[in-house]
């Protein structure tokens, strides 16, 4: 059996260059395994304590998030798994799972000492690590830029749905009101008004509705009103007063204006020009609501346009700040809402120009305040203050959040090092932070208690 299992060996790529006497010694201690396809070879929370060496089959990786289990990636014939030697490795988040009947030799922790002295076998496992964790990086900043993404989506898209959704309720409610005109437009061409009573009341209609509606009104100074109104209306004869009420009394008609419109106009003719008074109000009021949100719309598309940096090149340019953190502030806007959290920030004016890699530069200002709303209780403050100091470009992100335990302040920049739950974060967000802060020649401090975080950014100037 030993002689077979190292034929396998040989066949393999890590181990082509090692002397067959080391790899006979190296099967005769260890253990050869056989798994069948849909069982675990290891599970999340097992002890690494043991290498595994892929002779035969396929084993896939899969990560448990909430019911459903996601694929990372598959180990082959060839590859190694589990501890090597020289790794921290303590346990695992993940399932390996045989996928087709699998071959494998499982060597135990306790082997270690005797492989590192046998050059050719170590040499080939310390590979397999350095090859590990290139792979790793790569699919967790992957799987990191993932999260931001959907995160930020799922933000956006709730944003860019409620202008919308005002948009199609204001157009359809316009198209209703239209369709409604033609009676009233009988009675107003009946109307036989002199030119000068027309002007009258067309200067006070439209002074109304360029000062637009308000909202400014308690609640119970807008009904009296509505009810000053209706009462002067069905005293005056106008049957729909009621219905009319509540436009004046949102562009801030009085009594005083309808007397002034019934100075310029008969009895007989009175409800009629009532009538297309309010409707060029609502009108007014259905036009300003579209042209709000399409305003609202658009102004997102630019925070968009300014925080993912488009149409724009790769290289360090000067960055307008006060710009490109409203813009990131946008793209939190819904997770911020959520937990009725206050975002400020305070940039200076006469800033020295700083240059530097603004999509970038977006993600440090991203993963700093998207941290900071998670670190926040509901209510929460978070602030961004700006200012030049010894020649340097210094920024502060402040958070009265739980703060961060003092015996891992000094671990948070490490890569894969998190203290969210599983699924929740890859550890990664404050490892790109601070390598993205080093490729602009400055540096990150923290100082952290419970009620008062500060990130403190450090850029040169020069």
């Known amino acids: 059996m030993t002689e077979k299992i190292v034929s396998q060996l040989k066949q393999l790529d890590p181990f082509l260059e090692v002397p067959e006497e080391h790899l006979s010694w190296l099967v005769e201690n260890s253990t050869y395994l056989e798994y069948e396809p849909g069982e675990n070879v290891v599970q999340p929370g097992d002890d690494m304590t043991r290498m595994l060496i892929i002779l035969d089959g396929v084993i896939s990786i899969r990560l448990k998030r909430g019911n459903q289990f996601q694929n990372i990636g598959n180990f082959e014939k060839g590859d190694i798994s589990g501890k090597l030697p020289f790794s921290r490795m303590q346990s695992t988040l993940a399932y390996l799972t045989a996928v087709e009947k699998t071959a494998i030799l499982r060597t135990e922790e306790n082997v270690f000492p005797e492989i590192s002295k046998r050059y050719e076998l170590i040499e080939v496992f310390v590979h397999s690590m350095s090859d590990r964790i290139r792979r790793f990086t790569t699919v967790q900043q992957q799987n990191e830029k993932l999260m931001a993404l959907g995160k930020l989506s799922a933000g956006l898209a709730h944003e860019l749905n409620n202008p919308a959704s005002a948009m199609v309720r204001g157009a359809t409610e316009l198209r209703k009101r239209l369709r409604s005109t033609p009676d009233k437009f009988k009675a107003v061409m009946s109307i036989r008004l002199t030119e000068e009573q027309v002007d009258a009341v067309n200067e006070l209609v439209f002074r109304k509705a360029e000062k637009g509606s308000t909202n400014q009104q308690s609640l119970m100074d807008r009904t009296n009103l509505e009810d000053e109104l209706t009462d002067w209306m069905e005293d005056h004869g106008v ?5 009319y009420a509540e436009t004046f009394a949102e562009y801030c ?3 005083d204006d309808l007397e002034f419109v019934n100075s310029h106009v008969t009895e007989e003719f009175l409800p009629a ?3 297309w008074v309010e409707d060029v109000l609502t009108t007014e009021k259905m036009v300003e609501e579209i042209e709000d949100s399409a305003t609202r719309i658009s102004d997102l598309v630019s925070s968009v346009k300014t925080y993912s940096h488009m149409d724009r090149g790769s290289d360090k340019e000067a960055i307008d700040l006060p710009k490109v953190l409203k ?11 959520q937990k009725q959290v206050n975002i400020e920030f305070d940039v200076p004016k006469d800033l020295p120009e700083f240059c530097g890699y603004v ?5 440090v200002w991203t993963n700093l305040l998207d941290n900071a709303i998670d670190a926040v209780n509901e209510g929460g403050k978070v602030s961004v203050e700006v200012e030049s100091k010894n020649g ?3 920024m502060y992100f402040r958070d009265n959040g739980f703060g961060i335990p003092e015996d891992i302040q000094n671990r948070i920049f490490e890569p894969f090092f998190t203290t969210k739950d599983v699924g929740q974060g890859t550890g990664l967000g404050l490892d790109v932070v601070h ?3 080093e490729k602009h020649g400055g540096r990150i401090e923290v100082e952290s208690k419970p009620g008062d ?3 403190e950014l450090t850029f040169p100037l020069s």
């Open 435 to 437: 390598k993205i802060i």
């Open 359 to 363: 999509s970038e530069l977006n993600q």
């Open 453 to 455: 975080t500060t990130f």
């Open 327 to 337: 813009s990131t502030i946008t793209m939190l806007n819904h997770k911020s809402k």
């Open 253 to 255: 008609f009085n009594v």
């Open 273 to 275: 020009v009532l009538g």
């Open 239 to 243: 049957d729909q007063g009621f219905e």
């Open 392 to 394: 340097n470009l210094v």
